[in-house]
């Protein structure tokens, strides 16, 4: 079932009720927006009923959202679309539009057709590319809506106007209070923006960041070694531009044969409704945090971040964690935080030896092609000194690596050409430590040739346990 069937359906199902279509769906109708997946309806009447009704003709599920204001959420069973329908709030349509959170979103249509209701004048501001509030209270009552203008402004590009933005400001306190579910729902909008720096700078100024983030504001000021043209908070948000544009168009930066590779790795879900390419982002704008606390300075006055890979890993999870995000999503980002570095001290070592390529892939392995490309991006936002050869040294290794990573990333670990248990039998050894190591020296000779056949393989470990130390 598309959007434009949901909406239908809806109709269909309370013909026979005073209702109207509000918010999103007559928002982005306005703005000659796609089909409607997200329909927010208000209505008269018994709103349990509506939504029990709906389900069944739309072979859905309702189940109830707020006890305490009377909402109901219907969802398609394939989660294609979704329809949220409202209670009247304040005894007239009118009423409710002025409970809303900004202009925009308090535009109305009769859910059977007609006229637009906007008392409020927010077509009029949607037009005009700004950003109101629908009322004095509106973030009051609610402090995540200081984050939603953030995600409006980013994702319909709306300029808050100077009201919007005070409130916002002082409002932004309340959003230590709000559920961490709801802050990083709104922050992934963000974050999947393709105006996601413009949007985290809003934040910062508005005091949102120090409340839910506030080791992306730490990084502000924090002066990098002469390599680098940026501080800290401003190289990282170059990284996250060098991320989106990469999503966009790979075949700038990397060349035609690995684009295609590259979109369909980036267009994988992965985790919390965020594909590949919005785990990239967020390893980007991770993937330095914890400069600021390993920040040192040598006896000659060089500035170093020592550990920061590693830190910055366990960083990146207690943040995402802290968000209530998920262990997936958490354990991929931190494995792009904790990897970063990896392939910057391969670049004096090309060409690269099949088995130092194999040591990078086994090393990174679940991550292997997208810090790959994080590495790419954050090597393009690094133009100090000597920037354009180390640049250029930088990506001839990543295209090599890129083409392994994506190889094994779509077919997986080679499997081996002997199993443990067989090659401690033949060796006579037991299971344990010493097993272990030969079955991933093999896995290496594998990889680089080195051996191609069980026979050979168990001849190679016959070799190595004859090297081994006394």
Not at 145 to 165: F, T
Not at 285 to 309: C, M, N, S, Y
Not at 370 to 386: F, H, I, M
Request: aromatic content about 4%.
């Amino acid at each position: 079932m598309t959007g434009d069937d949901a909406l239908r359906i809806v109709r269909e199902a309370l013909d026979d009720r005073r209702a109207w279509v509000v918010g999103g769906a007559v928002r982005d109708g306005l703005r000659g927006g796609g089909p409607v997946t997200d329909v927010d309806v208000i209505m008269e009447g018994d709103v349990r009923s509506a939504a029990r009704t709906l389900a069944r003709l739309a072979g859905a599920a309702a189940f109830e959202l707020s006890g305490e204001f009377g909402a109901w959420r219907v969802v398609a069973r394939d989660h294609s679309w979704q329809a949220d329908l409202n209670p009247l709030r304040g005894g007239s349509l009118e009423a409710d539009l002025g409970l809303r959170d900004f202009t925009v979103n308090a535009i109305a249509r009769p859910l059977r057709g007609g006229a637009l209701i906007d008392p409020l004048g927010g077509a009029g501001d949607l037009a005009e590319g700004r950003l109101r509030l629908a009322g004095p209270d509106a973030l009051r009552e609610d402090p995540l809506r200081a984050l939603r203008l953030v995600r409006l402004s980013c994702e319909l590009g709306l300029e808050p106007d100077p009201r919007a933005s005070e409130a916002a400001r002082a409002s932004a306190s309340g959003l230590g209070g709000v559920a961490a579910e709801r802050v990083f729902g709104e922050l992934k909008r963000i974050v999947s923006s393709d105006r996601a720096v413009a949007g985290l700078e809003l934040a910062g100024r508005l005091g949102l960041t120090a409340v839910f983030l506030p080791e992306l504001d730490a990084l502000a000021g924090i002066e990098q070694s002469r390599f680098h043209h940026r501080d800290v908070q401003g190289h990282t948000f170059e990284v996250l531009s060098g991320a989106i544009a990469l999503e966009r168009d790979p075949v700038g930066l990397l060349g035609v044969e690995q684009a295609d590779g590259v979109r369909a790795l980036l267009a994988e879900p992965l985790a919390d409704d965020l594909t590949r390419g919005g785990a990239l982002r967020f390893g980007a704008l991770l993937h330095d945090i914890a400069k600021p606390p390993t920040r040192r300075l040598t006896a000659e006055g060089r500035v170093q971040f020592p550990g920061h890979d590693e830190v910055g890993a366990a960083m990146a999870r207690e943040i995402l964690g802290r968000l209530r995000a998920s262990e997936r999503l958490g354990a991929h980002v931190g494995g792009l935080v904790r990897e970063h570095l990896r392939l910057g001290f391969l670049v004096r070592e090309e060409p690269l030896p099949r088995r130092t390529i194999y040591r990078y892939l086994d090393a990174c392995d679940a991550v292997a092609a997208d810090v790959t490309l994080l590495s790419v991006v954050d090597r393009l936002a690094t133009r100090g000194e000597q920037a354009e050869p180390a640049i250029e040294r930088h990506l001839a290794v990543a295209r090599t690596l890129l083409a392994e990573a994506l190889r094994w990333h779509s077919a997986g670990r080679p499997a081996p050409l002997v199993r443990g248990d067989r090659l401690a039998g033949e060796l006579g050894i037991e299971p344990g430590p010493r097993l272990g190591g030969l079955l991933a020296s093999l896995a290496e000779a594998q990889f680089a040739g080195d051996a191609s056949t069980p026979e050979a393989a168990i001849g190679l470990a016959r070799q190595l346990i004859c090297n081994e130390p006394e």
